[in-house]
């Protein structure tokens, strides 16, 4: 009957591209060459959006070390879709994507976007994180074995023309985390960003536009409270779990991110033992942003120059009381390990 996938194989591989898996029979990427001389160094960003994830990717984004990617997991459907980068640019005007695409795959045309969202949506799920941990099914084996090889040559060809910087994605999603680990060729390290449950939740009841859109109106997703208390539970658990089986791991507080950005940007750093002057902070409450090429994320992404640093908590004042009970019992199961009461204030 063929591949599952048939369309991914027109994905060919670039010459910085030396990676390490690739599928047994010639599923969607071409046959591995040799792997990299050392692992792509990569800081993967987790955790519920709306948690401050893009903030410390920007802010990261700015010290020498650090390339920052933005949300890759989003790559396929977005940036590939003409969604601006987080420069300015439309994703394909972009040259420094331009040159990431011809390491990778030997140039962006040379990918079906379409078969690549297939293909992730297949394999990407929190559901098939037990399946990431040891595969069962040989059906989802071989499309798991077909992805991991496309991320090998896409984060090859990042961290080449990063100049093998470590790589900064902030993808927050959980099971991208678990997929990474599985690869040989990156070393990971990984930051969890955790706020309020109740800030998380009345943030995603708000009405949001997407700047990265071009020639049309589009917003953010919305959803109920509840719903994202659930996805708080859930996201930061399976960090925790992530963490639990040996991944380096280090846990930020959204709330203390703002209120003391140099004490937990350090804590940061330490993961790749990494001393340096943060000149970007101008103060306590102020940074000092550059662009960066993130592909996606947070419309803070496209903000540049002088920042005040604001705790945002109008969940406090605007939240319904039901919402918040609502919440609380919800969130109950990790407020109290993350550093937060019941109520959802940071401790």
């Known amino acids: 009957?063929?591949?599952?996938?048939?369309?991914?194989?027109?994905?060919?591989?670039?010459?910085?591209?030396?990676?390490?898996?690739?599928?047994?029979?010639?599923?969607?990427?071409?046959?591995?060459?040799?792997?990299?001389?050392?692992?792509?160094?990569?800081?993967?960003?987790?955790?519920?959006?709306?948690?401050?994830?893009?903030?410390?990717?920007?802010?990261?984004?700015?010290?020498?070390?650090?390339?920052?990617?933005?949300?890759?997991?989003?790559?396929?459907?977005?940036?590939?879709?003409?969604?601006?980068?987080?420069?300015?640019?439309?994703?394909?005007?972009?040259?420094?994507?331009?040159?990431?695409?011809?390491?990778?795959?030997?140039?962006?045309?040379?990918?079906?976007?379409?078969?690549?969202?297939?293909?992730?949506?297949?394999?990407?799920?929190?559901?098939?994180?037990?399946?990431?941990?040891?595969?069962?099914?040989?059906?989802?084996?071989?499309?798991l074995t077909e992805y991991l090889a496309c991320l090998e040559h896409l984060y090859a060809g990042i961290a080449e023309v990063a100049g093998n910087r470590i790589v900064i994605d902030s993808s927050k999603h959980p099971s991208v985390a678990f997929l990474l680990r599985r690869l040989r060729t990156i070393d990971l390290r990984v930051v969890l960003m955790v706020r309020s449950s109740h800030g998380v939740a009345y943030s995603w009841t708000k009405v949001v536009q997407k700047p990265e859109v071009i020639g049309r109106v589009e917003h953010m997703p919305r959803y109920r409270p509840l719903r994202s208390a659930v996805w708080w539970t859930g996201y930061n658990g399976l960090f925790q779990a992530l963490s639990a089986i040996g991944t380096p791991s280090v846990v930020v507080q959204y709330e203390k991110l703002v209120s003391d950005p140099e004490t937990q940007l350090r804590r940061v750093l330490e993961l790749h033992e990494i001393e340096r002057p943060l000149e970007f902070l101008r103060d306590k409450n102020q940074v000092e942003l550059g662009p960066t090429h993130t592909v996606s994320g947070n419309p803070i992404r496209f903000r540049n120059g002088t920042m005040q640093l604001r705790l945002d908590e109008e969940w406090r004042s605007r939240m319904p009381a039901r919402d918040r009970l609502l919440v609380s019992v919800a969130a109950a199961p990790l407020l109290h390990h993350f550093g937060y009461d019941l109520h959802g204030a940071a401790r």
């Open 1 to 143: 009957a063929g591949a599952p996938f048939p369309n991914v194989a027109r994905i060919k591989l670039g010459t910085a591209a030396r990676a390490g898996v690739g599928p047994p029979g010639g599923g969607g990427c071409p046959p591995p060459p040799p792997p990299p001389p050392r692992p792509v160094r990569l800081l993967y960003i987790g955790g519920q959006g709306r948690s401050g994830t893009t903030l410390l990717d920007r802010m990261l984004g700015q010290l020498p070390d650090y390339f920052s990617a933005g949300e890759v997991v989003h790559l396929w459907a977005h940036g590939l879709a003409g969604e601006r980068c987080g420069c300015g640019k439309a994703f394909q005007d972009c040259p420094v994507w331009a040159d990431i695409g011809r390491q990778a795959f030997g140039g962006w045309n040379k990918v079906d976007a379409k078969a690549m969202v297939a293909l992730q949506r297949s394999v990407d799920r929190s559901r098939f994180v037990p399946g990431m941990l040891a595969p069962v099914s040989p059906a989802y084996q071989r499309r």
